[in-house]
């Protein structure tokens, strides 16, 4: 069992930046990042390796936000700059473990508010 803890949220205005950390009790292979608005599905934001040599992010955050992780702190990074209002929701952090196809752990997520 693996656990995540995510942090970093808050309230910004349109413009802005944070950053994100999630740290997990133990190893990970694959981390990734998702964001649920209210009353929308939760989406995929981006995605990390466990070298940290492949990452993937979705078309709405591409050259604005950046996934990165220090291993040695079982820890995964989210840097979000030019924050936008619809960027507005519960992010949430995903990890699996080697060998594993879906994300089976999940922390508890953490709001971000982005003000117009």
């Known amino acids: 069992q693996v656990q995540l803890v995510e942090s970093g949220g808050g309230l910004v205005q349109a413009g802005e930046s944070l950053r994100l950390s999630c740290a997990a009790s133990?190893?990970?292979?694959?981390m990734g990042w998702f964001r649920q608005a209210p009353g929308k599905e939760r989406e995929f934001v981006a995605s990390?390796?466990?070298?940290?040599?492949?990452?993937n992010y979705a078309d709405s955050v591409k050259g604005r936000f950046a996934i990165s992780r220090d291993n040695a702190k079982n820890t995964a990074y989210l840097q979000m700059n030019s924050l936008k209002p619809e960027d507005t929701a519960v992010y949430l952090c995903?990890?699996?473990?080697?060998?594993?196809?879906?994300?089976?752990?999940w922390g508890q997520g953490t709001q971000v508010t982005v003000s117009s």
């Open positions: 995903a990890a699996r473990l080697v060998g594993e196809i879906q994300f089976n752990y």
């Open positions: 133990g190893l990970t292979a694959t």
């Open positions: 990390i390796s466990g070298t940290g040599s492949n990452t």
